[in-house]
């Protein structure tokens, strides 16, 4: 048996939330979220060399994967991959990328369900910028 965290009553160290307060695991002295999350400890120009995030807050806020690879549910780094990305190199959902491979994309160069290009793009939506502003 443990005392909580924030409210200092009994409970047990296996316990997901105490049952006076609330907190979510209460034996842990620190707690700083719901999740995964792995930083390298190599950098590169301030960046973590790897970074792979799918954590929550303990507000619930996304924490985003920021790296020179960035993994994660939210992604910015130069190679990402990620479900929302930006990046240099992207494979994700949603992205906006130097090029990409990606549901929904807006790239130099692309390969997307749906996106919008600069240089090249294939996909079953795909519209380059110059074919969109003389539409208008």
Not at 11 to 33: H, N, R, T, V
Not at 70 to 93: D, E, K, P, R
Not at 102 to 121: C, D, K, P, T, V
């Amino acid at each position: 048996m443990k005392p909580c965290r924030e409210c200092q009553h009994e409970i047990s160290e296996q316990a997901m939330a105490c049952p006076k307060c609330g907190a979510p695991f209460p034996a842990k002295e620190q707690w700083d979220g719901w999740g995964f999350e792995y930083k390298s400890k190599v950098m590169v120009c301030g960046l973590p060399w790897l970074h792979i995030s799918f954590k929550y807050r303990p507000n619930r806020r996304p924490v985003p994967a920021r790296g020179v690879i960035a993994i994660g549910q939210f992604a910015c780094g130069i190679i990402t991959i990620s479900q929302f990305g930006i990046g240099v190199l992207s494979v994700s959902q949603f992205t906006i990328a130097g090029y990409a491979v990606a549901q929904f994309a807006l790239a130099y160069s692309l390969i997307a369900q749906m996106g919008i290009y600069i240089h090249e793009g294939h996909g079953q939506l795909v519209k380059s910028v110059t074919e969109l502003l003389e539409m208008l």
